[in-house]
């Protein structure tokens, strides 16, 4: 079968690895792809915003399935205009896409349906926001409605810091339109856990679990940036968590989509709170996470193509999803000044030393091949350096190893990915 898979980043190039280990595929295509998911698929020239020309070249090359990766095409629609074309496609339409796409939506559903979740208001007048901020305790957190390539989130430890936040936001537009609404929430304590799961509009299959690193700098310091490493599973996420977390947030979720006339098939990742008072929701996704699915995919057993099908045919309790029991930690190499201003265009040494390696992955998430065809950075985060081990503790230190393998000028990482695991 032909595959095409939508989106150019870290998350997709792990996607298009796990389809090119199916038996039943032949080709794959990646719009518009990256240098890194160039050894993989054939990469389309056509941006992930462009809904009509990637319905058009699916049709045109008899794809048979489209999967669609980044948060901006399925809130947009695309998974509808593939469907209208006659295609078939892989993540939520645009109804169900909305709970990534509108933090106040999902909020709102929690509130509805009795899902856990920290307390909060939604604001559309930002003197309204300032006015409620003067009776709550600090420190609090400001969320931009909308997409904000996971940076529309403040943590804010004072009154002061959060009158800036709202201006920053709501009146500044340092997020774009996607501040034109904003939650005030209170600011919840505990471990933080990332699960995502395979949907078909009634039933949810979890994958193995996952945590982020958010904070550009080492000690969970600096500016919150799309994710500066993770590792899997998280020791914190227990058994008898997961069983809270089913009966209380994945089950209630994918119910309460449905009772709401917005049945979700595709990935939902669950953003949790390892609270006191139990596991709460931080926030929801609509795909795969990134970095998450760099350390997530490589783990999974099943043929992805299986379980996809299974999504988009409503026959995911038919599907047992097998997770190796091993560990994955992946290490972001990111371009100097990245979240704010940094250069492109270094050209990036040693990921020859990556071939044919099944123990560690250099996952391309900012890179492009120059006029001379060499690869080069082309992004604020540009790899993402993962390693399998027996634990987590074998796995960071493999993933470290892992990172001195490859370099290009102007690069950065954290050197404390996985700190938690110290205090499991």
Known sequence: MKVLVVGSGGREHAIVRQVSRSARVDKIYCAPGNAGIAELAQCVPIPVMEFDKIASFAKQEAVDLVIVGPDDPLVGGLVDVLKDAGLRAFGPDKKAAILEGSKAFSKDLMKKYGIPTASYENFDDPDKALAYLETVKM????????????????????????????????VGKQFGSAGNRMVVEEFMTGREVSVLGFCDGRTIRTMTSAQDHKRAHDHDEGLNTGGM??????????????????????????????????????????????????????????????????????????????????????????????????????????????????????????????????????????????????????????????????????????????????????AFCRSDIGHAIDEA
Do not use: W
């Not at 943590?155 to 810091?161: A, D, G, P, R, V």
């Open 139 to 170: 420190p609090i957190v400001l969320k931009a409605d909308g997409l904000a390539l996971g940076k529309g989130v403040l943590i804010c430890n004072t009154l002061e810091e959060a009158k800036e936040g709202v201006a920053s936001i709501m």
């Open 229 to 410: 490493g993770t590792f899997s599973p998280s020791p914190f996420y227990t058994d008898e968590i997961h069983k809270i977390c089913m009966e209380k947030i994945y089950l209630p979720t994918v119910e309460a989509m449905q009772k709401e006339g917005r049945p979700f098939k595709g990935v939902i990742f669950f953003g949790l709170m390892l609270t006191q008072d139990g596991p709460k929701v931080l926030e929801y996704n609509a795909r795969f996470g990134d970095p998450e699915a760099q350390v997530v995919l490589p783990r999974m057993e099943n043929d992805i193509l299986d379980v996809i099908d299974a999504c988009i045919d409503g026959t995911l309790d038919q599907i047992e999803l097998k997770f190796k029991d091993n560990a994955a930690v992946c290490v972001i190499l990111a371009s100097e000044g990245y979240p704010q201003k940094y250069e492109k265009g270094f050209p990036i040494r040693g990921l020859e030393n990556f071939k044919d390696r099944d123990d560690i992955f250099c996952f391309h998430a900012g890179t492009k091949f120059d006029e001379q065809g060499q690869v080069v950075t082309n992004g604020g985060r540009v790899l993402g350096v993962t390693a399998l081990g027996d634990d987590l503790k074998a796995a960071r230190a493999n993933a470290y190893e892992a990172v001195k393998l490859v370099d290009f000028d102007n």
